[in-house]
């Protein structure tokens, strides 16, 4: 019996939406760079729901920042910004 992953405010963390309000759980991580400043191998990731994907994707295509979109899991995020 693991009694530390029972303490208050250990609950998991659920993954949601970067869209400013939403609430959703996240099913995509769209990866984007703004080459002003940051280096070429720098990813940032936004997290984005499936009702959010599009629009949030093209946000950053349109300002020339978004790299790649793919489906999102636990592991995969490295970083989260939030795309507000």
Do not use: F
Not at 8 to 15: K, S
């Amino acid at each position: 019996m693991n009694l530390l992953g029972m303490l208050p405010g250990d609950e998991q963390q659920l993954a949601v939406c970067s869209r400013k309000g939403c609430h959703a759980a996240a099913g995509w991580e769209l990866h984007w760079n703004n080459p002003r400043i940051h280096t070429p191998d720098r990813r940032k990731v936004w997290l984005a729901c499936d009702e959010h994907r599009d629009w949030l994707e093209d946000y950053l295509r349109t300002r020339s920042l978004w790299i790649e979109t793919v489906r999102h899991t636990e592991a995969g995020v490295t970083s989260q910004d939030g795309g507000r």
